[in-house]
């Protein structure tokens, strides 16, 4: 963090988010990411004349589902509004959202910042819109020209505006990791920033510290990273502070963020909503959200991340920053649970679990969006640790058996029989090693027995040595200490 100026930032952060609906908010074309330019088009989303859009039910229980998880009031009856605008990829000319009547309001999201303290910052709405498409520039196919795909146009959206409540870069990374997290565990959203599936504008102004009034703000868009919110605030917080100490004023605009030149750029004065011309979408009835539609939504909301972390540490110990990386994914937390269920309430062995997963398994574990591909099952995985627990290997050997398992079908049991690997625990076969090398070590024998202690070590490591590491060292400690006696 970086000292605090004379200057406070205030930040609001506006979130675009594709609900994961098989088929588009207001027509049947399917949303698939990735199709062959304009196939996943027809009148209703092209906006051919006489077409009439039909609201998706699912994309409504979607957004509910979002509006109770971020513990906002739904609206009983909410209206469909045309946003007009010019741009060659709203075909309609104008975008179906929603305006002075959204179907919610009044939410809030907890947030731990960075090196900050844990706080709620609210969450002043969240309304339904279709997406637009998308204007590509450079296509190999279409050198030198810019063309339109369409096939996103009309994806179902939520829009969730944040207060004004956030105070640094930290507090932006850690709001919308937090509402990615809860998004995904609700199955709405793929939290996918690069394709854009979650997409974030920002606003952000100055004021001198001590001072209620806000100053004018710009806004930044469509900042496609973590890294890049971070970066793009903080040059953003630099450059207004300046202009501030420097007693310039400007118009509220809207800016770019430039990665590569590690600044933000100009891109066009900011409209306000007049200039949209808002008015309520005469072809579609008013969206009622009775208390039965809430309450059935309400009844399919899953455990929510924080939930779930705080089961982690409370019930069974684990430390935060095991929970925190644990539940980062709802599925890496499902492979966690699955675990676990081998042995329930066992905090002891969860704590064993999540070391290994964490060193070992999610080293190796790729995530591209909802899909996480781990490098092991946790069957294997279960039967692994259960090879450690019943002290048939040692927890080093565990690494060399997952290292062979590993993205193979193999059970580690088989595996570890077929090389021999088991664990000598066999108390009769470790005392003739153990004799053999007191035999041979008489020096070293009488030193231990004239009180240097630490000369048990020498042994030990004796016998790990003939036994390639396999002897159970519990085992072999009991048979020196007795035998040294
Ligand atoms: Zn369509």
Not at 195 to 215: I, K, L, P, Q, Y
Request: aromatic share 6%; charged share 25%; hydrophobic share 40%.
């Amino acid at each position: 963090m970086t000292a605090p100026t004379a200057w406070e930032p205030i930040i609001g952060l506006e979130v675009h988010a594709q609900l994961l609906t098989r088929t588009k908010i207001f027509c049947g074309c399917a949303t698939s990411f990735g199709a062959e330019p304009n196939t996943h088009v027809c009148p209703v989303c092209l906006g051919l004349p006489g077409a009439l859009p039909v609201l998706n039910r699912s994309a409504a229980e979607m957004a509910v589902r979002t509006a109770l998880a971020l513990g906002c009031t739904v609206r009983a009856r909410s209206v469909f509004a045309r946003k007009s605008y010019f741009y060659p990829d709203l075909p309609k000319g104008y975008q179906i959202s929603q305006f002075d009547l959204p179907f919610s309001e009044h939410g809030h999201l907890d947030i731990e910042p960075e090196g900050g303290e844990p706080r709620r910052v609210g969450i002043t709405r969240i309304h339904l819109e279709e997406d637009a498409g998308k204007n590509l520039h450079g296509v190999a196919e279409v050198p030198g020209q810019s063309v339109i795909d369409l096939n996103r146009a009309g994806t179902p959206l939520v829009e969730i505006v944040g207060e004004p409540d956030l105070r640094g870069p930290e507090d932006a990374v850690a709001y919308l990791k937090k509402l990615r997290s809860i998004l995904v565990a609700l199955g709405v959203n793929d939290g996918n920033l690069e394709e854009g599936s979650f997409r974030c504008d920002v606003n952000v102004s100055v004021r001198r510290r001590g001072t209620e009034a806000f100053g004018t703000r710009v806004e930044i868009k469509n900042i496609n990273s973590f890294r890049h919110v971070q970066r793009g605030l903080a040059y953003e917080i630099a450059r207004l502070t300046d202009l501030a100490e420097r007693g310039e004023t400007f118009r509220q605009h809207t800016r770019q963020w430039d990665d590569e030149r590690g600044r933000t750029v100009f891109l066009r004065e900011k409209e306000g909503s007049d200039d949209y011309r808002y008015f309520p979408d005469p072809d579609l009835p008013a969206l009622v959200l009775d208390e039965a539609f809430v309450a059935a939504q309400r009844a399919q909301l899953p455990e929510l991340p924080d939930a779930r972390r705080h089961r982690l540490t409370s019930v069974l110990g684990l430390p935060t920053y095991d929970a925190d990386l644990l539940t980062s994914h709802p599925r890496i937390g499902d492979f966690f649970e699955e675990i676990l269920r081998s042995r329930p309430g066992d905090g002891a062995f969860a704590k064993r679990a999540a070391n290994f997963v964490m060193t070992e398994v999610l080293a190796g574990t790729t995530t591209h969006g909802l899909e996480v591909s781990f490098p092991i099952t946790s069957s294997q995985l279960v039967e692994l640790l259960g090879l450690v627990e019943a002290g048939t290997i040692s927890g080093k050997q565990a690494k060399d058996v997952y290292a062979a398992v590993q993205g193979t079908d193999r059970s580690p049991k088989s595996w570890v029989e077929s090389q021999g690997m088991a664990q000598v625990s066999d108390a009769s076969a470790l005392e003739t090693i153990c004799q053999g090398l007191i035999d041979q070590n008489p020096k070293q024998a009488s030193a231990y027995r004239a009180g240097k202690t630490n000369m048990l070590g020498f042994f030990v490591g004796g016998v790990m040595r003939e036994t390639k590491g396999s002897a159970n060292p519990v085992v072999v400690n009991e048979i020196l200490l007795r035998l040294l006696a």
